[in-house]
């Protein structure tokens, strides 16, 4: 008879190094003769990873067995960073592997610090997806991800000569986390063609055949909670050439490159990440992408529906899946598909369980970044979902025109196919109609949403079929994991980690502002993690900056409505200012550290050469002795989920400048502030409502209001504008050569100047730079500034992507938690 499980349950620093010996000697057969950081990373992975797996296998059994609904979260992306130090707080045994490691002569952060970042994911909406997790797994919910397993994450960026350079990121060398799952493979369907016959009981059926298959393999990965041993699952899809395809008839007679190079496209279609958070638009391996996963995820869903013997009109009362973004949206026909074409449900019974199934996140409101897909290209690859989202249209539009009969326009203006050249499918519309819930992710956005790309749909639909949740974040990442002096201080005033299980308790911390003692340690944390960062720039720049300088810190996706140029301009200024005074004027400057980084799309110009001035500007401050200590300016390569682990806790000041209105939300801003650190930022997104938690007097807001956006960008078109004086003299800097050649940041520059400064930096100039001088004033106040930070700590509870999950559970999924038992 089986054992029922061989459980390492280690609890001693002892039986940790057993286990983490054990896995270097055996797993890895390693001797220990030459056990390097990189084998002592391994072993103590896979210590921990037993541990987690024996709470996963609970888990999934415990939730088979409850039948009770379960939510599917699908995304393209999940920015997961590193798992191991997550692994070891979530069992609560970091401080045994630390001394056990210590025994064995390593030190943790070195340990730590060998894992890739498992950077599935372009920037805050995959980092979101990530943080989703972790909440679902620690409120107990029973749930899914979804995803690809990208063979390639986002583009490691290297920053050669000032210029970012892309280097492929393959990752999966060594990766403990993972658990191929050769037995769960789904055979998925491209191109090919459709017919029609008439079944036994002289129904109309389609069947979609003759294509081409792609065999999808499932890995998975553990994800646990935090004081809990929910441990959920993630599953990616990995695509391989299926059987049948490859083919050994061709292997046999010579026609072996052939045979290799079919297997090596199937290969392709989970090969990479596409590294643009701004559509490129028409790529057909994307759309292949897409619908790769979609399928087989759906299939897996159905799958294990259908074991459970219900009805199929149970299906929504047993799955809920949420779209995050438009990139899933063809889930919404395939599921139409599985219902009537392979199931044989008639299309109204099979359409309304697709919507009460389905729910949709988006992130956007910028036209350009709404996916359409070309109708021809769906065409070709995918004959039947064509159909299928036709007949979606047709019945669609013949409701509206039943409702609205008098209005002429609007059909054409809500119809999912835009009657272009050629005729586009228009995802976010499908996603609309196919749910039924439609969520922005902060309230402005929400609002936006309402009010402009989905005005038609709240009149057809209602309002009550739109609705806001505001994004969060996890605490235990973002707080405990990334700053755990910190957390720590919190625990001890609170009595406590509770905090880290319901956020909205560090309110308490508002108790202790004036407490001397509270405020020195706070101080001190904030000054030991700018020194970390101050180290990690020497290394890594070297450029020598001072911890006591206030640290500016913009980190993010480099893009135009995000306004790093902004934010560099304004460098520029400072410097001009500092170049023009006094010795004696000097002397009452706020130091500065001016940090940036972020990646760029490689197609997108515009964002690369920011990345080029950024850099060239700070060779010139940094070396100019007449600046010194006053002004430093480095860009970080690389930034991911790790870095801005180090990067967050160290910032005094960190920039969200979006143009009002182009930020659904922000997730970062969130961060910062729940780490000390108070933003300057636009009325935009969720740095709006950061506002009302912490009060107007701990944060620094400039600029246009999203109301008055389109009005000026009209002005600026029709009467031309007059160039802000401040900014007209950083303009005249940079052709003057000053930062090199100015050919090369021409096109930044004429994009303000000559063509009609579509992101407001001139409008926004003087009121940034105001504030800037705002924030150097009260940072002088030290007394004045930590209140702000430890009142600001003290009211950011709403933001822990817990409160979010609660929202999405109650208002979207109706699902309920499912607890492990006591001892369990
Ligand atoms: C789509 C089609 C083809 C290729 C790429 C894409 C693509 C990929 C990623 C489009 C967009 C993205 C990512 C978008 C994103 O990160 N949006 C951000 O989402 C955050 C979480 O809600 C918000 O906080 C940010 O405001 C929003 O910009």
């Known amino acids: 008879a089986w054992k029922k499980h061989s459980a390492r349950e280690f609890k001693t620093k002892e039986e940790f190094e057993n286990e983490a010996v054990r896995h270097i000697e055996t797993t890895l057969a390693r001797s220990l003769f030459n056990c390097d950081e990189a084998a002592a990373y391994a072993g103590t ?64 952060e070195d340990i730590i610090s060998q894992e890739r970042d498992a950077a599935l994911g372009n920037g805050g909406l995959g980092r979101l997806a990530a943080c989703f997790l972790d909440s679902l797994a620690s409120l107990n919910y029973p749930a899914w991800g979804y995803a690809l397993r990208y063979r390639y994450g986002i583009f490691k960026q290297e920053i050669v000569d000032g210029y970012q350079v892309e280097v492929p990121d393959y990752w999966l060398d060594f990766n403990p986390w993972e658990f191929p799952r050769h037995d769960v493979t789904v055979d998925i369907n491209f191109y090919g063609s459709v017919s029609q016959y008439v079944d036994d009981d002289g129904k109309q059926r389609s069947v979609w055949d003759n ?116 990139h899933p949206t063809l889930a919404i026909p395939e599921l139409q598909r599985i219902l009537v074409d392979l199931e044989g449900l008639g299309w109204d019974e099979a359409w309304t369980i697709v919507q ?64 272009s050249q050629p005729k586009m499918v228009r995802m976010a519309y499908l996603a609309v109609i196919g749910s039924h819930k439609v969520n922005g992710v902060a309230e402005l956005h929400s609002d936006l949403i309402k009010t402009t790309i989905f005005k038609d749909f709240v009149k057809i639909y209602g309002p009550d079929k739109f609705t806001n949740v505001t994004n969060g974040i996890t605490p235990r990442r973002w707080l405990h994991q990334a700053n755990p002096k910190l957390s720590e201080l919190i625990a001890s005033k609170l009595g406590g980690y509770d905090y880290l299980r319901d956020l909205t308790l560090l309110h308490k911390l508002e108790a202790f502002v004036d407490d001397k003692e509270f405020r020195k340690d706070f101080q001190a944390i904030k000054y030991a993690n700018k020194v970390r960062l101050a180290q990690y720039i020497l290394e890594h720049n070297g450029v020598k900056v001072n911890p006591a300088a206030l640290f500016d810190v913009q ?50 110009w515009m964002a690369k050469t920011v990345i080029h001035l950024v850099n060239q500007v700070g060779k010139v401050i940094n070396a100019d002795k007449e600046v010194g200590d006053l002004l430093k300016v480095v860009f970080l390569e690389d930034y991911n989920v790790s870095k801005a682990e180090i990067i967050v806790p160290g910032s005094d000041i960190s920039e969200h400048i979006s143009t009002a209105g182009t930020e659904a939300s922000g997730t970062s801003n969130m961060k910062f502030v729940l780490n000390g650190g108070l933003v300057i930022g636009t009325c935009d997104g969720a740095n709006i409502e950061i506002t009302r938690e912490v009060g107007e007097e701990n944060i620094f807001l400039f600029g246009n209001l999203a109301e008055d956006v389109e009005d000026l960008r009209e002005a600026h078109h029709k009467q031309g504008f007059e160039l802000d004086p401040l900014l007209k003299r950083v303009f005249e800097t940079i052709r003057s050569g000053t930062f090199g050649d100015a050919g090369q940041f021409s096109a930044l520059v004429d994009s303000i100047v000559d063509h009609g400064d579509y992101y407001l930096v001139s409008d926004d100039f003087k009121s940034y730079i105001d504030t800037q001088g705002l924030i150097d004033q009260s940072y002088a106040k030290q007394e004045e500034w930590v209140t702000k930070t430890i009142l600001s700590v003290a009211r950011m509870g709403f933001f822990s992507s817990d409160r979010c999950i609660d929202e999405y559970a109650e208002m979207i999924w109706n699902i309920e938690p499912l607890k492990p038992e006591a001892n369990g």
């Open 356 to 419: 009460a199934t389905f729910g949709y996140t988006n992130h956007t409101v910028l036209p350009e970044a709404l996916e359409k897909w070309s109708v021809p290209l769906i065409q070709h690859l995918l004959p039947r979902h064509l159909q299928i989202i036709y007949e979606i249209n047709s019945r669609f539009l013949q409701y509206v025109e039943k409702t609205f009969p008098k209005e002429k326009d609007i059909l054409g203006r809500v119809s999912i196919i835009e009657e």
């Open 211 to 326: 294509g081409e298959i792609v065999t999808a393999v499932a890995y998975d990965a553990p994800i646990p909670g935090y004081g809990t041993t929910t441990t959920n699952n993630l599953r990616l899809w990995s695509s391989k050439a299926s059987h049948g395809e490859f083919d050994f008839t061709k292997f046999n007679s010579g026609e072996y490159e052939q045979s290799v190079a079919d297997q090596q496209r199937a290969e392709t279609i989970s090969a990479v990440l596409y590294p643009n958070d701004s559509l490129e638009r028409g790529k057909e391996l994307r759309l292949k992408q897409q619908y790769f996963w979609c399928a087989a995820s759906l299939f897996d869903i159905v799958r294990r529906f259908k074991k459970s013997k219900k009805p199929w009109k149970d299906f929504a009362n047993q799955v809920a899946i949420q779209l995050n973004d438009t």
């Open 45 to 108: 992975a896979l210590a921990f990873r037993d541990r987690l797996v024996i709470e996963w296998n609970k888990t999934q059994q415990r939730q088979t067995f409850a039948d009770q609904k379960r939510v599917y979260y699908l995304s393209l992306e999940f920015l997961m960073g590193r798992a191991l130090d997550n692994a070891m707080l979530n069992v609560g045994l970091k401080d045994v592997a630390k001394d056990g490691l210590a025994d064995l002569g390593f030190r943790m």
């Open 555 to 604: 980190v993010k996706r480099i893009h135009e409505y995000k306004r790093q140029q902004l934010n560099i301009f304004g460098v520029i200024h400072r410097y001009l200012q500092i170049k023009a005074m006094s010795a004696e004027e000097k002397k009452k400057v706020q130091p500065r550290v001016s940090i940036f980084g972020g990646k760029a799309a490689p197609g997108y």
